[in-house]
């Protein structure tokens, strides 16, 4: 909590709450009363004072005019985003009571909280767990992002860290697998711009390419959704040619053997019908991946939001281990977990135990996030949800099928409390919409989850207005419903202390120096993890796994459709999914809501840069802007960026355009596993 002063300012550390795989170190300069600006904090361990784009003014969105400063309650339709203030206590009380009456009439499955990743730390984003678990709320399953990623690379490597991407300095060729690094993963920009500087190669595998391609030497661009067919294809050639590490895959890898003879039918040409990419193009990129000493593949999550997701990272995760690479420093595969923490006793402050066994038998099916729209629109007894609780989510533009999710928040019987810091496409639905604090007005512990840091940081301003943190709101909540446990007498500074008092595995083996940083508030990292030590079931890397539908990994087809066109999703540089859409100068540079396709698909459809298209499907119409580059893969029509409805919240955006289907492992989001065509629009559209 150390500030240091200068005239009329003072700094202190904080970290970075959004979905990143970074957690930067950020310094905060306030006046004591507001946020006056933020840097990167140089003394990090990782990001050293690189932060992007986004959060480099972050004091205008925590000084925003448009923050919701007081609660809210809804006077106009469902919708229609018209409310008047009102006190916390009548709020609270209104809540707690109409909660209390569903639970009586009902039950908690009548009850279903929704949050996903607006905040991402340990608190603020769990600490509603445990208000859930003492009601008896009905389960959400939350897997909107990379939730096929994860538990891909667990079929292969268990609990194996992968590389932290600070590993990649020694590998001698970087294979980047659908990842749009530029946007997403900064500080491998550096990285990849001094891999290239020392004469070694960067590739990239990829469906858009629009941002990524000056980065790269090479781009190759596939169909979505093959990317399990173009590893198998690599392995192919890697096998017949003599480039697997065989000494290595006989000691460390369980099944190689019976791989091995799969191997032979999945040739170049069967993998280039189904890929796109031709033959030749398989063989050199398999040759050169195999003549590497430390090749290192980083995955995006992109390629697992597929039907057949999980089958696609665990082939590329595979292919990672070939040639022998992860026995090599730099070698192997970067972009899952790398093996940090748990730091710290989570279910201290998510409370599975608040949950009675006793309710077990009645509970209800959990609900997938994914399939909020069928959820919310569900009349059957039983399984009808009355209240829905958001916070740190906004699933009125990022959940699959917009229009469904739309439907159930349109239900007059709903009754809906949004917890936010802006009236979003979800709020205007609220009957209560509750003020939020900013993560400067908070106090939290932050795991980077795509490095080995870990963080704390303590609330650098107050909140503004009557805005309140998660764990504040759900304390005042729980008193409310009459929970009397002692959990929900704490502030968050004494749930911080206490997780700080029951450290986990992370945190067995660190300083004293370090213990007095985190106590303070700043971040520390954490050795790599060992790649030459598998934690898997038998020590081995699990090529095959029997507790798998198919135990011998294979190529299976995604969902796809009917229609020609393979609609993807790509993160926008300027923000990151639904957050910093209150930021005009951002959204102003990101420009409308665009549609990009190869010049070839363009042409066969007669559609020019600029057009105006409806982008169509059996789900939904969606109007965009069209853009053509070659720079996608044929066959792919490729969005990036969330955008908002219209004024009037009519108009749909790209997430109508997807089913909610989910993945093969771990029931995961297939956002990228979806079709459409495309056509020159009839008249002007609303929406842009
Ligand atoms: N600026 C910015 N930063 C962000 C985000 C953001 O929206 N904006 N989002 C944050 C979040 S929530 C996350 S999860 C991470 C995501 O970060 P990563 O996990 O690195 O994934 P993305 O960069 O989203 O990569 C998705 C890429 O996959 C490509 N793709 C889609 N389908 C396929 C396919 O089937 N095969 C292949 N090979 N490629 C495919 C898309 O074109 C896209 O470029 O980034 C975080 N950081
Ligand atoms: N079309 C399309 N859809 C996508 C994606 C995509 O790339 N394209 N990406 C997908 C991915 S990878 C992800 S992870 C999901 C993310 O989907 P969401 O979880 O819905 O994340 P955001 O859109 O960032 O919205 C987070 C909201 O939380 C609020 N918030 C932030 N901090 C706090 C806090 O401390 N307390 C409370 N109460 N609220 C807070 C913010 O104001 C914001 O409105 O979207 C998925 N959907
Ligand atoms: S959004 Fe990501 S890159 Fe940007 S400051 Fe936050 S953690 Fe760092
Ligand atoms: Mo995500």
């Known amino acids: 909590m150390v500030k240091e002063k200068t005239q009329m300012t003072y700094t202190q550390k904080t970290i970075c709450p959004y979905d990143c795989p970074a957690a930067c170190g950020l310094l905060a300069e306030t006046d004591g009363t507001r946020l006056v600006t933020v840097q990167g904090d140089k003394d990090h361990p990782m990001t050293k004072g690189l932060i992007c784009r986004k959060m480099q003014n972050y004091e205008k969105s925590v000084n925003s005019v448009n923050r919701i400063l007081t609660p809210l309650k809804r006077v106009g339709e469902k919708g229609e985003g018209r409310f008047v203030p009102v006190t916390w206590e009548e709020a609270v009380e209104e809540i707690a009571g109409r909660f209390q009456e569903i639970l009586k009439e009902d039950g908690g499955n009548a009850i279903l909280p929704v949050y996903f990743s607006g905040v991402m730390s340990v608190i603020q984003r769990r600490c509603g767990d445990a208000f859930f678990n003492r009601l008896g709320a009905r389960q959400l399953v939350k897997s909107l992002c990379s939730s096929a990623k994860g538990a891909g690379y667990k079929s292969v490597m268990g609990d194996t860290g992968c590389l932290d991407p600070r590993e990649l300095k020694d590998s001698d060729f970087i294979l980047i697998w659908g990842s749009n690094v530029k946007s997403t993963r900064i500080h ?92 030749e193009t398989i063989r050199e990129l398999a040759r050169e991946y195999g003549k590497a000493s430390a090749p290192a593949i980083l995955m995006g999550s992109g390629p697992s939001r597929q039907g057949n997701g999980g089958m696609n990272v665990r082939l590329v995760v595979i292919l990672s281990a070939i040639t022998g690479a992860w026995g090599k420093p730099g070698g192997g595969f970067c972009g899952s977990n790398p093996g940090a923490g748990p730091y710290v006793a989570e279910e201290r402050v998510t409370r599975p135990d608040f949950r009675k066994k006793e309710w077990e038998d009645e509970a209800g099916e959990p609900v997938n996030i994914n399939q909020l729209g069928q959820a919310l629109c569900c009349e059957e007894k039983g399984k009808r949800i009355r209240a829905l609780y958001v916070y740190g989510s906004n699933p009125a533009l990022t959940v699959s099928d917009q229009s469904a999710v739309l439907k159930g928040l349109a239900r007059s019987d709903l009754f809906t409390v949004v917890h936010e810091r802006f009236i979003t496409d979800t709020a205007r639905y609220a009957d209560f919409v509750l003020p939020a604090t900013f993560s400067v007005e908070q106090t939290d512990c932050y795991t980077a989850y795509g490095y080995c840091t870990f963080g704390t940081a303590y609330q650098v301003v107050k909140p503004a207005g009557q805005c309140k943190s998660n764990w504040d709101t759900f304390r005042l909540l729980a008193r409310a419903m009459g929970y009397e446990e002692e959990y929900f007498d704490r502030t968050e500074e004494e749930v911080l202390w206490d997780l700080l008092e029951h450290p986990d595995k992370g945190l067995l083996n660190i300083s004293e120096e370090e213990w007095q940083l985190l106590e303070k508030g700043g971040v520390i990292t954490t050795p790599f993890a060992d790649h030459g030590r598998f934690l898997t079931e038998d020590g081995r890397i699990q090529i095959v796994n029997e507790s798998l539908a198919d135990p011998l990994p294979c190529y299976r087809e995604n969902h796809g459709g009917q229609e020609p066109l393979c609609l993807v999703a790509v993160p926008s540089f300027y923000t990151l999914n639904s957050t910093f859409l209150d930021r005009e100068d951002l959204t102003g540079r990101r420009g409308e809501a665009r549609i990009f396709l190869h010049p070839a698909d363009g042409a066969a459809r007669g559609i020019k840069e600029g057009d105006l298209v409806e982008v169509f499907n059996d789900l939904a119409q969606v109007c965009f802007r069209a ?24 108009a749909l955006h790209v997430n109508a355009l997807h089913h909610e289907r989910l993945s093969d492992m771990a029931d995961a989001t297939t956002l990228n596993d979806n079709r459409v065509e495309i056509r020159l629009a009839a008249r002007y559209c609303d929406s842009l």
């Open 188 to 279: 491998t920009m550096p990285v990849l711009a001094q891999a290239r500087k020392e004469g070694k190669r960067v590739v990239l595998v990829e469906a858009c390419a629009l941002d990524m391609a000056d980065t790269c030497d090479q781009v190759v661009l596939l169909k979505p959704g093959t990317d399990g067919a173009l590893a198998l294809a690599m392995m192919h050639v890697l096998a017949k040619e003599g480039m697997t590490d065989e000494e290595y895959l006989k000691k460390h890898a369980r099944g190689y053997e019976l791989f091995k003879k799969t191997l032979v039918t999945y040739t170049p040409e069967w993998a280039g019908e189904i890929t796109g990419v031709p033959a």
């Open 627 to 650: 853009g053509i580059s070659d720079r996608v893969a044929k066959g792919v029509a490729a969005v990036p960026g969330v955008f908002r409805q219209d004024a009037d919240g009519r």
